[in-house]
């Protein structure tokens, strides 16, 4: 009996060689991801901030008086209705009138009072070249949230 031998049988086929580079791609771009930002407590917490900044600027446009936010340095902010920063509202889902978010040791370094007008036009914060900005801070890192002066966008 004769062994027949395939001169073939000694390699990869090119699909393999694909399909393995494509799982290396994904898994080095999982990597680097997750190692770029390895406190997500800092972005969850300027995301939230720019959703309440949001739901204010709407409260305002369906509503006959102005709406803002009051996050002026600290560990706090708080909704607010009309034109005094102390009659504080509570934000959908919250428990309390102000957000904490010293917990996670997170604090706002750079900050002020906006507020919305029926319009949706923001007010009471410092623009400058067009915008107005809220630092969040942790540690050495930074999230910076702008607002826009005509429009009121939130970025």
Request: glycine residues 10%; negative net charge.
């Amino acid at each position: 009996m004769r062994i027949k031998i395939n001169k073939n049988d000694g390699g990869f086929t090119l699909l393999e060689v694909i399909l393995v580079l494509i799982f290396i791609s994904i898994f080095a771009t999982i990597a680097v991801s997750r190692q770029a930002n390895p406190d997500v407590s800092l972005t969850a917490a300027a995301e939230v901030l720019k959703a309440h900044i949001r739901y204010a600027q709407m409260r305002a446009m369906n509503s006959t008086i102005p709406w803002g936010v009051h996050a002026e340095a600290g560990t706090s902010y708080w909704l607010f209705a009309g034109t005094d920063t102390g009659n504080r509202q509570f934000f959908p889902g919250e428990s309390e009138d102000s957000v904490d978010i010293g917990a996670d040791g997170i604090s706002i370094s750079q900050g002020g009072v906006v507020s919305f007008d029926q319009w949706g036009v923001p007010s009471g914060i410092s623009f400058n070249g067009g915008q107005a900005a809220i630092r969040l801070s942790k540690d050495s890192q930074h999230s910076d949230i702008a607002i826009i002066e005509n429009t009121g966008f939130v970025r």
